[in-house]
Structures are given as structure tokens and as C-alpha cells.
């Protein structure tokens, strides 16, 4: 690594703790329905929406009605971007003419962007016409992201009222947040991105003759719109097959370096919007800082691996898979952010990466996508966490575990753990699956241990809705779009039912005032103790998966080993 | 019911807002304000479009530098990457045989060090760059195919100087050289 490789480095995370309170406090304002400045701009289409819906901003629901909300929306927007996949052919804008997209590929792209997994078994520019990457996909970037926004809502206000079965309106935690977070954010950021080079049109390709004389076809597209709401709501879903390494993507190292930070912006941010709506920015900070450290520990493993010199290609620089614009050190800051936070995009060829960068990539996704993660999802699941550490913490120094003055009970426990085992259970078992049968062989690019990674991969980047892949794996088969699309299934709702109950039960008990005797959850202490229960949990789960895969991978390339 | 109904108006009010003003807004201001990115940045010779200034092209002929290897021989439709393993066999195989390629084609000795990304391909095998050293590697090769004087191969190099593009804003990712506007300004001093 070069000065200038860590100056490239410490720039990035100094202006993601930077933004951290601004973007942190101007979201808490829009949430909890003060004044902001976003107000006299979007406040028209605000209350035009709720007029049109019939719905009122003031009632608030259970969390019953909050998740059943949730869940038919859902549902609509599946069932919409299902369709309009299967008679493409006949919509317009599609230029190129793409003929309609088979079943179980609609299937498990509709799935993928309800979640906001954004897992892509097809390639976008030879599938989807402009009309399904618009008003399918550009659509869910958003409402995705923001239903991830509105649970996080309800778990905030689950845990900050008491005795109240009210846990918010979804429609309003919807809509405020696509209006005055999302919008406004991918609006300008999109017009930095053309800026940049990323192209904005509705033209067809362009077929041209190169300067060798050869044929050249150059797509097009409406790319810079869904680019902007891709990163910012933690999708990922390239509007080009290689994602974000493809030049109109990501042309340039500054839209690089934009991109990287729009990851993990609004996670991030979200953390100091929690603390000041519990009324305690200090815990806020706190969980910044557990998702920083393993973030940036993740990272630090990856440089080393990437940096490090390997029998087989001695100290030959590994740019397989790499745009010489980025180089290493910024295609190892992507891959370990896109993973932490349950991006997707990559700028780099992930299955190309050396065992143990790859292995950073997966654990991140294991881990439960809590390290910034999704947008809200990221820190909903990291709660879910803390109910655990607050629990065992209780049972160790014997009293009733509380936080933020709410007693943690066995029903929290038994959510929380449900929460936990459910994407774990769709990694191991999926894969287990996949790795035994035929269907599932047949898709390997990569012989031996880096295989069965990238089985173990794709299963992980479901559970854990985070649509990055070792893209070797051929997905776009009967086989992976089922079992990929019901992982990812799983991998959402199953997380987000069991934590909406947590809050609604939450929300109905009494506060607790703080003694001498209440177990602190905002110093170092804790964040030892988090960081551990993340780390056991994570480990006992799936050590022995990863140790098939690229530890094993690693170990053998170390000797000089290839398969 | 009337939840389905809400979820049916919102998911259309989202649908027309996000789905179709949203990307219409943005492209009416891009193509407004920067309409040439907008539309690919396309390049133009003789008043025929050659290319993308960002979409690299493959080059095999003596006369031309060449880009990096592509998985997808530089046909965007679609991009990709190998996605090979660095224990993969097949990749290692493909790295010994574009090194004695690339030594043969410049004529250049074994001892010679060969920048990575000459050996292996890009993510999105369209990368248009190659670093200033793997330029200047060809140079010789180039010259002799074209039959340049002395005055000539040093213009060449001192072209490689001029467009070799420093990380961006001082610190932000490689130096790195546009393959295709090289081989455009190479025609250009005939």
C-alpha cells in the first residue's frame, strides 16, 4: 500500500463520521414530524398522498396492523414487478426488443428487489427492458429501502414509549421516508454521477465501428437514476452485469469513491437518528462504534490478504477481476463495505478475490448484515443483537436484563432468537442442499474449496439480503432462482416479523427508572460484549461451513496448491 | 380489504413518482447540463462514431497499443469479469500465456516486469485504461510497425506523458492512461 492508498482510506471513513450527525439529526426531524427544510419542496406530494390514499397521517396502528400494512404492500410490489417481467415483450420502452423473461428468473428477481436483496441471476442489459428496470426495479430501490426505514421505526418507538400498544402508521414512515431521505438524496446524487460519466438517456444501443475496425455495441439506458437509489438504499442491483466496475456505472475514482460512501451513508447516519429518538445520542454512538470496529477490522484483514505475496503469483499485484481506475486498495474498501452494509454492488469481481478478502465478503453477510447493514434492516438486526447481550449479561450477573429501561423477557428472547436462526438456517441448510445435488453442482465456474464457496456465498448474500455473488456461479437455473428466491424470503420476513413483535410488546411495558444497579449499555464494556456475541454467535454458526471453503482455500494456495 | 386497497394507491402513487418522474426529472436536467456524459461520451473521427471515451476496445494489431485481456473480449453485451479463482488452475494457465505473449509481441526480454493488469482481466472487461508503464512497454513495437524515426518514438512517449491521467483530486484511485485516446492521437501524428 501507498501513502496515498490510506490517505484515500482515512478521507473515507473521516467523511462518513462527518455526515454521520448531520444526515443522523436531519432524518430524526423528519421522522418524528418537526420542521426541516426538505418540507416547502416535497410537503405537497406528501399530503397529495395521503389524500389520494385515503390515509391519515395521525392514526397510528398495533403492531398487527403495522406489519400486515407491510406485508400487503409488499406483496403488491411483488406481484407487480413479477408481471410486468413476463409480458415485457409487450410494454413499451424496450428498445432492444428483449423478449419476455421466464417464470422462475421474474420469480427470483421480484423477490430480490422486494427484499432489498437485489440478487441478479440475469444479466441486465441482454434481460430487462427499460420499462422493468424503471417502474419495477428503480421503484423498489426505494420502497424497499424505506420499509427497512419504517421497521426500524417501529422498533425505535417500541423501545422509546411505554405502556402504549402504538407503534406508528406504516404509510406515513413509508412515505416520509422515500420523500425527504431517499429522493432528495438520489436526485442530486444522480446528477453527480452524470457528471461523471454515467449515462442518463432512452436511447438504443449504439452500434459502432471501432477504431480497428471491428463492431462495437454500446448499451444505454436510464442507468444514473437507478445507479443513485441503488447505492444510497443498499440495494445493489447493477443496471449493467458488472455492476458497479462497469465504466457507465462508475466511470471515474471520485464516482467511485461517491458511491462507496453512499453505501454505508445512510446506515451509518441512521445510528446517531436512533440515539436521539431514544433520547440518548451517547447509545447511538456506541452502536457506531461496534459497527465501525468490525468494519474496519474486516477491512484490515482484506488489505493484508490482497497486499500479501502467494506461491503461485509471487508478488505479482492481483488484478484479476479489478479495474486498473480503482486498483486494490479501492476494490477491497468496496467489497468490504458492499458486504458490511447489505449493498450488493460490487466494483470488483468478488469470486476473483484472494480466500480470505472473499471470506471477510461472506462473513460480513453472515454476521446478519448488522455491521451498518441495510438501510434500517442494518440496525433492526443489530438490536436484535443487543437484546441478546443485555440478556446474557443479565443471566451472569443475575438480575432482570433491561434496555433503555424496558425489561428484556422471554418473549423478546425467543423473537430475537427466531430472528437469528432464520438466516442462518437458509445459509446452512441451502447449501448443504445445493452441494450434494446435481442442480446445484452443475452452476460452478471454480473447481474444489473456491466452489463450494461460492455455493455457500450465494446462499449467504440471500439469507442476508445482500445480492452480491461470486459471480461464477451460473444462478439463472430452475434450481438456484427457487431456493435463492425463498432464502431471500426468509432472510427478510423472517427477521422482520419476529423484531416487529419485539417492539410491540415493548412498547407496551412500563419504564424502568435507572439505579446504581442498571447494567450501562453505552460504554466500552458493552461494546465488548456486542462485539463478542456477535463474533461467538457468528462463529459457532458457521465455522465449520467456512473452513470447507476458503479457509481451506487459503491454507492450500499458501503451500502452492491448486485444485 | 381496505388495507389492500391503501397498499394497491400508495405502491401507485410510489410507482409514478419514483418509477417515471424521478428518472424523467434527472435525465431532463443530465441531458440539459452535461448531454454529451449523458449519451456515453461518445467519440467521433471523420464525423463516424468510433467508440465511448469510457468503453475500452480490444486491440490486437501492431500498430496499436493494446488493452487489457477481457473476459468478454470487450463485447458489452453483457460485461463481466472471468470470475476464476486465483487457485483456479485455469486462470494460472491464462496469466503464464499472456505473459509470453505479451513478452513476444513487444519483443521484450524474460527478465522484464510486466504490470499485473496486462496479465489479468478486468471486472467489467470494457476497463479502457492500462498504466503509463504498460504503454511505454509497447512503444518499441509500435514504432517499428509503423516505421517511426527517432523524433517520432520520443513524440510517442511524450503523448504517453500528456495523457496519463494522475489519481483524481490529488488522492482518489490510479494513475492510469485511456487506451482508446491514445491509439487515437497515435493516428493522429502520421
Redesign the interface.
Given at each position: 500500500m501507498t501513502v496515498?492508498d490510506v490517505?484515500?482510506v482515512i478521507?473515507f471513513f473521516a467523511l462518513l463520521i462527518g455526515l454521520t450527525p448531520i444526515l443522523g439529526k436531519y432524518m430524526g426531524n423528519v421522522f418524528t414530524g418537526e420542521k426541516h427544510f426538505m418540507q416547502p419542496v416535497f410537503g405537497w406530494?406528501e399530503r397529495w398522498?395521503y389524500r389520494?390514499?385515503?390515509?391519515n397521517p395521525e392514526e397510528e396502528t398495533n403492531w398487527k396492523?403495522y406489519t400486515?400494512?407491510l406485508l400487503?404492500?409488499n406483496?403488491?410490489?411483488f406481484v407487480?414487478v413479477f408481471i410486468i417481467q413476463l409480458v415485457q415483450a409487450y410494454l413499451p420502452l424496450n428498445p432492444a426488443h428483449l423478449p419476455n423473461v421466464t417464470w422462475h428468473s421474474a420469480f427470483n428477481t421480484s423477490v430480490s428487489f422486494v427484499t432489498n436483496t437485489n440478487w441478479q441471476g440475469y444479466?441486465?442489459?441482454?434481460t430487462l427492458s427499460y420499462f422493468v428496470q424503471?417502474?419495477?426495479l428503480?421503484?423498489q430501490?426505494?420502497?424497499s429501502a424505506a420499509t427497512g426505514i419504517a421497521v426500524l421505526l417501529a422498533v425505535i418507538r417500541g423501545i422509546s414509549r411505554k405502556t402504549t400498544d402504538k407503534l406508528g402508521n406504516f404509510?406515513t414512515d413509508?412515505?416520509r421516508s422515500?420523500l425527504y431521505v431517499l429522493?432528495p438524496l438520489?436526485?442530486l446524487f444522480?446528477?453527480i454521477l452524470?457528471?461523471?460519466?454515467?449515462?442518463?438517456?432512452?436511447?438504443t444501443?449504439?452500434t459502432?465501428?471501432?477504431?480497428?475496425g471491428?463492431q462495437?455495441?454500446?448499451?444505454?439506458g436510464?442507468a444514473?437514476?437507478?445507479i443513485?437509489?441503488k447505492q444510497l438504499g443498499t440495494n445493489g442491483g447493477g443496471f449493467?452485469?458488472?455492476n458497479s466496475?462497469?465504466?457507465?456505472e462508475n466511470?471515474?475514482?471520485?464516482s467511485?469513491?461517491l458511491e462507496m460512501l453512499f453505501i454505508l451513508l445512510i446506515p451509518a447516519a441512521l445510528t446517531y437518528t436512533y440515539g436521539k429518538m431514544v433520547g440518548s445520542t451517547r447509545q447511538g454512538w456506541t452502536i457506531f462504534s461496534v459497527m465501525m470496529i468490525l468494519l474496519i477490522t474486516g477491512l484490515s484483514i482484506s488489505l493484508y490478504a490482497e497486499y500479501s505475496s502467494?506461491p503461485?503469483?509471487g508478488h505479482?499485484?492481483?488484478?484479476?477481476?479489478?479495474?486498473?481506475?480503482?486498483?486494490i486498495t479501492?476494490?477491497v474498501l468496496w467489497s468490504t463495505s458492499t458486504t458490511a452494509a447489505s449493498n450488493g454492488s460490487?466494483?470488483?469481481?468478488h469470486?476473483?478475490l484472494?480466500?480470505l478478502a472473499g471470506m471477510v465478503a461472506v462473513i460480513n453477510i453472515m454476521l446478519g448484515e448488522v455491521i451498518f447493514g441495510g438501510v434500517g434492516a442494518g440496525l433492526y438486526g443489530m438490536v436484535i443483537f443487543i437484546i441478546l447481550t443485555v440478556f446474557i449479561a443479565g443471566l451472569m450477573v443475575g438480575r432482570t436484563p433491561e434496555y433503555l429501561g424496558k425489561k428484556i423477557e422471554a418473549f423478546e428472547v425467543q423473537m430475537a432468537i427466531i430472528a437469528i436462526l432464520a438466516p442462518s438456517f437458509v445459509i446452512l441448510i441451502f447449501t448443504a442442499w445445493a452441494s450434494v445435488s446435481s442442480a446445484g453442482l452443475s452452476s460452478l465456474?471454480?473447481?474444489?474449496?473456491?466452489g463450494f464457496?461460492e455455493i455457500l456465498y450465494a446462499y449467504s448474500s440471500a439469507a442476508g439480503n445482500n445480492g452480491s455473488a461470486?459471480?461464477?456461479l451460473n444462478a439463472n437455473t430452475l434450481f438456484y432462482n427457487l431456493t435463492l428466491g425463498f432464502g431471500m424470503l426468509i432472510g427478510r420476513f423472517g427477521v422482520i416479523v419476529p423484531v416487529l413483535a419485539i417492539a410491540g410488546n415493548m412498547a407496551r411495558k412500563k419504564v424502568t427508572p435507572l439505579s446504581a444497579g442498571t447494567f450501562r449499555t453505552d460504554n466500552w464494556l458493552f461494546m465488548g460484549l456486542l462485539i463478542a456475541v456477535i463474533l461467538i454467535v457468528g462463529g459457532l454458526t458457521f465455522f465449520p461451513a467456512l473452513s470447507l471453503g476458503p479457509i481451506v482455500?487459503h491454507l492450500?494456495?499458501g503451500s502452492g496448491?491448486?485444485? | 380489504m381496505k388495507t389492500l386497497v391503501i397498499a394497491l394507491k400508495i405502491f401507485l402513487f410510489f410507482t409514478v413518482l419514483t418509477g417515471i418522474i424521478y428518472p424523467l426529472l434527472v435525465t431532463g436536467i443530465a441531458q440539459v447540463i452535461f448531454p454529451a456524459k449523458a449519451n456515453g461520451s461518445l467519440i467521433r473521427k471523420d464525423n463516424k462514431i468510433i467508440g465511448s471515451e469510457l468503453i475500452g476496445q480490444q486491440f490486437d494489431s501492431t500498430i496499436y497499443f493494446t488493452s487489457r485481456p477481457s473476459a468478454v473480449s470487450y463485447n458489452p453485451l453483457p460485461s463481466g469479469g472471468s470470475n476464476y479463482g486465483l487457485t483456479n488452475p485455469k486462470l494460472i494457465n491464462l496469466v503464464t500465456e499472456r505473459e509470453q505473449q505479451f513478452m513476444a509481441f513487444n519483443g521484450l526480454d524474460s527478465t522484464t516486469v510486466i504490470p499485473s493488469e496486462m496479465l489479468f482481466a478486468s471486472a467489467s472487461g470494457l476497463d479502457p485504461h492500462i498504466s503509463p508503464q504498460a504503454a511505454l512497454l509497447q512503444v518499441e513495437r509500435i514504432a517499428k510497425a509503423r516505421n517511426f524515426n527517432n523524433e517520432q518514438k520520443l513524440q510517442v512517449v511524450h503523448q504517453i506523458t500528456t495523457l496519463t491521467e494522475a489519481p483524481q483530486y490529488i488522492c482518489l484511485g490510479e494513475e492510469r492512461i485511456n487506451v482508446l485516446l491514445l491509439n487515437l492521437e497515435l493516428d493522429r501524428l502520421e
Open positions: 496515498q490517505m484515500q478521507l406530494s398522498a389520494f390514499t385515503g390515509v396492523a400486515f400494512g400487503m404492500f406483496l403488491v410490489g407487480f444479466a441486465g442489459e441482454t424503471m417502474l419495477g428503480t421503484v430501490n426505494f420502497v404509510w413509508l412515505t422515500t429522493l438520489s436526485i444522480a446528477i452524470v457528471g461523471q460519466g454515467v449515462v442518463q438517456n432512452f436511447k444501443c449504439e459502432v465501428q471501432t477504431l480497428q471491428a462495437q455495441i454500446i448499451p444505454m436510464p444514473a437514476s437507478q443513485a437509489i449493467f452485469n458488472a466496475s462497469h465504466p457507465f466511470p471515474t475514482p471520485f467511485n469513491f502467494n503461485i503469483f505479482l499485484p492481483l488484478m484479476e477481476g479489478k479495474e486498473t481506475r480503482f486498483g479501492n476494490s460490487v466494483n470488483a469481481m469470486d476473483s484472494s480466500p465456474n471454480n473447481p474444489g474449496a473456491h464457496s461470486f459471480a461464477g482455500e492450500l494456495m496448491i491448486t485444485f | -
